[in-house]
């Protein structure tokens, strides 16, 4: 398999594992997240790797590397669409969770209230010392 195909190949493989991070951020499903944004952070070094493959065998073969580049960052362009929109739907996520908080704990507050309004009094333990 030729390192361009390769590389097509791996960013095949960011743009399911991104399109699967959507999906898991608005299905709120933290855990397949994390895995997916671990996937692509493994994934970074190999594409670094196979663009250097890619950009050697170009160069080898005589092909017209601007037209082949070009077409690289059509993919990478839209592989960076699909991330902004993913972290959109995260703040989108943050600001539900944020929400979510702050409504709690002014229910946490309220409880509070009503339970100093209505607990019995604590016993004296000692009016006097006589």
Known sequence: ????QQLEDA??????L?????????????????????AL???????I??????????????VNRESRENHVRGVITELIEIERRNGEWLDDARRVAQSQI??????GATL???QRSYAPAP????TSFS
């Open 49 to 62: 790797r196979r663009t250097d493959g890619a950009h050697a065998e170009w160069s080898r073969n005589g």
């Open 123 to 126: 016993a004296a333990a000692w």
């Open 18 to 38: 991104a399109e699967a991070e959507g999906e898991a951020i608005r299905n709120r499903n933290w855990l397949v997240v994390a895995d997916c944004q671990n």
């Open 112 to 114: 509070r209230q009503i």
């Open 102 to 107: 702050t409504q709690l704990e002014q229910a």
């Open 11 to 16: 960013y095949q493989e960011w743009r399911r």
């Open 1 to 4: 398999m030729s390192c361009e």
């Open 41 to 47: 952070k493994r994934l970074q070094p190999e594409i």
